[in-house]
């Protein structure tokens, strides 16, 4: 069971109640009624609870598992071992996703501004908003419906954000619209300037960073990640992007809806991503090359060319996956052959 | 035209004026009275509107602006199309950048303390000193002239901050002293404990971090990025220097004046970089090595040993470039050899 | 001397005293009264001063140094300069972190709660815990003894914080456990939701994160570094881990006790580190892999695979050592070769 001190649960539910909500699996026979009181690893996992399989690699821990009901593909259905109800389906950890979201659903915003807060007069806080103790609400900044905004967070002037979105602890934003239901996590910094400049031997010249941070509906920034604003285009960051931890966001950058940007990855200004492409922790992504849909990346390459859609690419420079297999193995055993002459 | 929600526009001005105050381009015949009322990238710029072109890149953009004015280099002075006004120089970029700063000037410092700020008695600030909501100013913190403090952010005590500085949101400063103008953006950590200890199997002992952070006049650092304080001696940023987001600075580092840090950069301990050394993205410098005036590093490469000045470096470990497209262009014909071979 | 703006000196010390509680030298014949006063690095050191070397490559300024007092390895006690006092011991850096401990401690909790902090009602505060201006402690948070909270820092809803423990400025914690005498850096962001959802062409699934991070005794988190929560396991971080800045931990990573992570290392999730894994800074360890105790891994290392105790990898992917060096001479000899030919 999760930790109560931290989450609160939710339900419990039915077999039955899940099948609907989540229309991603067949109900076993005679199982409607069965209760599911909650969501654990199949490692922990207790009779009432249910767990998933996603990964082949905790095959072991399936059939080890006392999870009253286990969510899995088609191919593992006879590895759910006895005493455990599998509940089978393409789509298992889509299927855990959606359940495990109603057991432990997201806590609503406590409408309210915390006497500590400071919130600027000329600012516009839709109905049912949370403002947390320390947060400063700049001039004119907007807030949408139910958001939430956290503890010491700063929203600057003429800001947006959208409905139904959180701003953890710490977060600080300036020149930026946000969607709804955006979620940035604890440090993100959405909206600096970015790192422009005349080079110049007494004193580099800025160069006044007048766009702005566009970003989509359904997005999480992750913690401590920065999102530069604009320079004269503006950095647009689509709907339902997923960006990770420590990620930089370099001025002008466009990400295509649906992109997926693990920890530590950097995109160099100017480069636009298509959709839905995916790149790798610590990846790191060239100024003004284009990417096209549903490039993937992998883990610490260098990105720095123009990506024909579909392609996956890894090493750095990044080149088509198997090149860089080939390349390393052709690499080893030269090394070998060198090795046994000398 | 920049959102004026968020950016403030000055002018306009003649282009006698800008020839006047940027020096940079001769002003074509007639053309003195001519009025610049905004700048703008290329693809959006209309009459009024002033442009550049600094990457040939955008060659296409350019053909087809709809900018009044554009700044360009000579080589691309056929290139502006007619009806747009070329504005011809070997810098086209700085004009830009001069020209920007004057219809964008950066926001003044408004005078005064927020009530809800935190200022210890013993702090002193200077004229026009401007302290935002929250932020918190310990003891014997010395500010300058005309400095602005951002929301929630934290200087530390005996912090000394020069004049005409910006501390944007949420940063933190600690055992540090920072010259004039300079910009720490929004979540930087400046002057925290370096990462020094004496191995130990039961406890790593601490080894006190009692050096400071030195940083010149004319620096800016990025959003997010991190300069720990020296060990014994001090850590060093020159003057000039311009440090993007997410960087990491290690203690007793020096950087010299002039260089420029791209983002997630990090500098292990004690390195010493000369003056107007560049590092490209994700570029990484061991410790304790030194790097020679006007070296380059490229992306995401790790440099290993020391280089002498006006080295150009690129790979992991850093290699001068040559070399290392040398090595690639071998390993791919290798690869290449081999994969017909089997 | 260290600034005393920033630093506040304890002692002197005889040298009697310092052998007494370092137990790492032995004392010089007739040197016991000598009067230690400070530490300071070898370039600067005076008469009273203490200095030590670690490194040979200083051994320069060791033949320089007017430091009256010298801590080195056996193999190196002849290279003291006369004047000097050698202290002869196998572990310098440890004799001085020791000594430099004593004549730098670190500055107690000033007991109290600073009126523009906001504390819930149903959080518990050990005995003397200092908590600083504009730092917000929520409901059931529980701080223990002599804890220290920086300006601004954000502690989440049942967070619970042990003994001893140093939160730095503008630091945000949600869903951990902290042990004793952890010291998390300005900017540290611990028990953040990880990286968890379900992919989805309209809106990508999040999956609850509803573990918690776990940290053990003595730790430190550097600035601005990220350590996910669990999504059903927890995350745990062992006792005396160090790690440094800019450094992110994935949800369910598992690092054991002694491992000391450098700056902007990356760890994915669920992979599990022993003890005392050593990673070089920008590298990278993949998610759901296994590291045996002492590893060390080279700086920008790529580590993709599961590593038995003991190895001592480098490159990308990271491969022995030696491996490494030897293939890297071997793209050296082709691509000279090939040079050559062409």
Redesign the interface.
Known sequence: M??P???RRAGPFTLGELAARTKLFKLPEGAEGAVVTD???L??AGAGDLSFLD?R?YLKALAATAAGFCVVAPEFADRVPQGSLALVTP?P??A???I??L??P?AAAVAGV?P?A?VDASAVLGEGVQV???A?I?A?AEIGQGSVI???V?V???V?IGAGCRI???V?L??CILGDRVHA???A?IG??G??????????????Q???VIIGN?C?I???S?I??GS??DTIVGD?V?I???V?I?HNVEIGS?S?L???V?I?GSARLGR?VQAG??S?I?G?IRLGDGVRIG??S?VMNDQDAGATILG??AVPVR?FW??????????EK??KGE
Chains 1, 2, 3 share one sequence.
Request: aromatic share 6%; proline share 6%; with cysteine.
């Open positions: 999760a930790d001190r931290f989450h969501v654990a690893p490692e922990t990964n690699q789509h950890y889509l855990y996703a959606t495990a979201g057991i432990y997201e915390h500590s400071v947390a103790a320390g400063v700049c004119r956290g503890p010491s700063t600057g002037e003429g947006i953890d602890a710490n600080s300036e020149c996590q604890s440090g910094r600096t300037a790192f422009g400049f005349a080079p110049h031997p007494e004193r580099h010249v800025p160069v006044p007048i766009g702005r359904d999480q992750g913690a401590n920065c530069a604003r004269g285009h339902n997923w990770d931890n420590l930089q370099a649906g997926i693990v920890a530590q950097g160099a839905f922790g610590q790191g060239a003004h883990a610490k260098g750095q420079p090149e080939r390349q390393l193995a052709a690499l080893k055993r030269l090394s060198k090795g």
